[in-house]
T-cell receptor
């Protein structure tokens, strides 16, 4: 079983749609959680950290469910520019070993 | 503006060659990482370093070694390149705060092809 699992997609949605991604992790000792965004042929960049209480940044909302060991990302009012691969990331107790999911591809169409 | 640079964007080598991939960051970060990214597998950690001359194995260290002689520079070495090491190699760095790593900043990547 992979340590971090994501639905690879692709998710094809129209502009303005709301789309949600889930990511499950297997290590209950994971302490930190992140969503990164990777555009085609580019390097990953941090989208947002995921806090226990959930957090929101504009159209993006991230939530953590420790009991079920998953994190989620919700994108409201999708834009064409949201088309990218979204990577779920966890970090172990020691704070150094970072585990990346394989990513979920999103295509937003006009 | 924060910056992580990698020595080459594209590299073609032959089986058995020794390959050096260089990474430099200008953010005075303590932590540096080397990943490879393959379709369907995502980013996999090869090695990381949390201080000069310190290194730790990641998930797939076999066939690789690293060197960190200066804080800003982290090198990945393929002692004898093989075709299964054809991949995209990404370097990253992060600041250590509160005993925990933070946002990782990535370089543009090196696409290595081993023939």
């Amino acid at each position: 079983r992979k340590e971090v699992e994501q639905d690879p997609g692709p998710f094809n949605v129209p502009e303005g749609a709301t789309v949600a991604f889930n990511c499950t992790y297997s290590n209950s000792a994971s302490q930190s959680f992140f969503w990164y965004r990777q555009d085609c042929r580019k390097e990953p960049k941090l989208l947002m950290s995921v806090y226990s209480s959930g957090n929101e940044d504009g159209r993006f909302t991230a939530q953590l469910n420790r009991a079920s060991q998953y994190i989620s990302l919700l994108i409201r009012d999708s834009k064409l520019s949201d088309s990218a691969t979204y990577l779920c990331v966890t970090e172990d107790t020691g704070g150094f070993k970072t585990i990346f999911g394989a990513g979920t591809r999103l295509f937003v169409k006009a | 503006d924060v910056k992580v640079t990698q020595s080459s964007r594209y590299l073609v080598k032959r089986t058995g060659e020794k390959v050096f991939l260089e990474c430099v960051q200008d953010m005075d970060h303590e932590n540096m990482f080397w990943y490879r990214q393959d379709p369907g597998l995502g980013l996999r950690l090869i090695y990381f370093s949390y201080d000069v001359k310190m290194k730790e194995k990641g998930d797939i260290p076999e066939g690789y070694s690293v060197s960190r002689e200066k804080k800003e520079r982290f090198s990945l070495i393929l002692e004898s390149a093989s075709t299964n090491q054809t991949s995209m190699y990404l370097c990253a760095s992060s600041h250590l705060a509160g005993g925990r790593s933070n946002e990782q900043f990535f370089g543009p990547g090196t696409r290595l092809t081993v023939l």
